[in-house]
């Protein structure tokens, strides 16, 4: 995946239009559920919901989404236009939420590896590493299993459980008759979790092999498309995973991350945030959003990095953490 497609919503109110705000659309090829022909005809009519006079009660994002009758659109406008008006409602800084991360608190990432040969894997584990990430999550299922299991235990024997958490993500990458063993197989490295071990329709299909895992398993793709409160309920209670990873711009936006947050905590399953290859717009809200919840596990928002820049921002991952620099400005 070389490039991506993303389109940027500014807003304002008619009588001040010095003040926008600026919110992105940026639905991922393969796994949102909308397209680009979609998503250009829901901007045409996102135009008219936007014209609503007044301003909502407060500022949840249920709220904003109501008043402006914005859950008839896709999941990637939701999480675009909520971000633009909570900016413009904020005064136009840059400020989506009230939350320690806008104020300068930074936020615990894992760092992630992407898939590549296993050579270039353990390699940009050890860059990880060495640049202060204490948890690192790695894309495996692309190789055979032989190597990844070698490079994960090259790695392990270098850093232990105590000096660094290993997660998984497989994407959906094993199939049913092999994930038993592979996953046996895995939890001798000290896994702290492994996303998406089988895809969609396996995972429903064969659910007690999420719930036997030696690794615990965390719920990512499975999570698209399930907008409702009682199916959200449905697959906590029948899934039974050990934690939910959430993506605001894939999964619903904001209103639907925070149900998804408050039913995951209700059922005591865990959770952490990721985001989807958002430019740092998107990532800036996404972790404004995140930092409210005051998190102890590492999250998902070191992707930012993943594209160059298109304009300068204040957003820089040091020594494991995700920083808003306070004293640099963005720059479109």
């Known amino acids: 995946m070389k490039d991506r497609d993303c389109w940027f ?6 009588d001040q239009p010095e003040i926008t705000g ?8 393969g796994l949102s559920l909308e397209n680009n022909i979609r998503i250009e005809s829901e901007l045409i009519r996102l135009k008219d919901s936007l014209k609503m006079q007044g301003r909502p009660a407060d500022l949840e994002p249920v709220t904003v989404e109501e008043f402006y009758g914005l859950r008839q659109f896709s999941s990637s406008i939701r999480f675009g236009a909520v971000s633009a008006l909570l900016d413009l409602f904020n005064g136009g800084n840059s400020k989506i939420f009230d939350s320690p991360f806008f104020d300068g608190s930074p936020i615990s990432i ?9 050579d270039q894997m353990l390699e940009s584990a050890e860059k990880k590493i060495k640049a202060g990430f204490n948890c690192i999550k790695i894309k495996v299922g692309s190789l055979r299993f032989e190597d990844e299991c ?10 232990g459980v105590d000096r660094l958490t290993i997660r998984l993500d497989a994407n959906g990458a094993f199939s049913p008759g092999e994930a038993e063993s592979k996953l046996k197989k895995l939890s001798e490295y000290g896994i702290h979790s492994i996303e998406q071990p089988l895809n969609f329709n396996d995972t429903l299909q064969f659910p007690q092999l999420l719930k036997t895992s030696p690794i615990p ?6 999570l698209i498309g399930i907008y409702t409160k009682q199916q959200k309920i449905e697959l906590i ?35 952490w945030i990721t985001s989807a290859l958002e430019s740092p717009v998107g990532l800036n809200a996404i972790a404004q959003f ?3 919840f005051q998190p102890e596990l590492p ?4 992707t930012g990095n993943v594209f160059e820049d298109l304009f300068e921002h204040p957003l820089v991952v040091e020594n494991g953490y995700l920083v808003l620099k306070k004293d640099q400005k963005w720059s479109f």
């Open 110 to 118: 894992n760092g992630l590896v992407w898939m590549d040969d296993a």
């Open 299 to 302: 999250q998902g928002l070191g």
């Open 290 to 292: 995140t930092s409210q």
């Open 217 to 222: 398993v965390a719920l990512d793709e499975q």
């Open 150 to 159: 070698s490079m994960i235990e090259q790695i392990r024997l270098k850093y």
């Open 237 to 271: 209670k029948t899934l039974q995973p050990a934690f939910l990873v959430i993506k605001p711009g894939l999964t619903g936006g904001f209103a639907e991350a925070k149900e998804w947050i408050s039913l995951a905590e209700a059922s005591e399953t865990g959770w």
């Open 22 to 29: 600026l919110g992105e659309v940026a639905p991922l090829e």
């Open 9 to 14: 919503l500014k807003v304002s109110f008619d």
